[in-house]
Nanobody, 112 residues
């Protein structure tokens, strides 16, 4: 069974950077896309970014455009989320997703 294993995250001050990783044990077959979502305290889960397995057509939520970058390493089936110029409102638990598969979640905390 394919699994998504996340790493990275942590705490940073506003303006700082963090990078999240999501390693798939195999290329997922339930979806052509790898996605990042986040859930902020007291809010619903929301879309952050996506990238297909076979192209470099990226998509971002308006709130992170120009600050976050999603990328993919085909050799290791790993997707990254580089987060720059972080803001306190980016504080959330971040999840990678592909089809019905979800990572375990990674906490990102941004202090002002």
């Amino acid at each position: 069974q394919v699994q998504l294993v996340q790493s990275g995250g942590g705490s940073v001050q506003a303006g700082g950077s963090l990078r999240l990783s999501c390693a798939a044990s195999a290329r997922t077959t339930t979806s052509d896309y790898m996605n990042w979502f986040r859930r902020a305290p007291g809010k619903n889960r929301s879309f952050v970014a996506s990238i297909p397995w076979t192209a470099n057509i990226t998509r971002y939520a308006d709130s992170v455009k120009g600050r976050f970058t999603i990328s993919r390493d085909d050799a290791t089936n790993t997707v990254y989320l580089q987060m720059d110029n972080l803001k306190p409102e980016d504080t959330a638990t971040y999840y990678c997703n592909s089809g019905v598969l979800w990572g375990q979640g990674t906490q990102v905390t941004v202090s002002s």
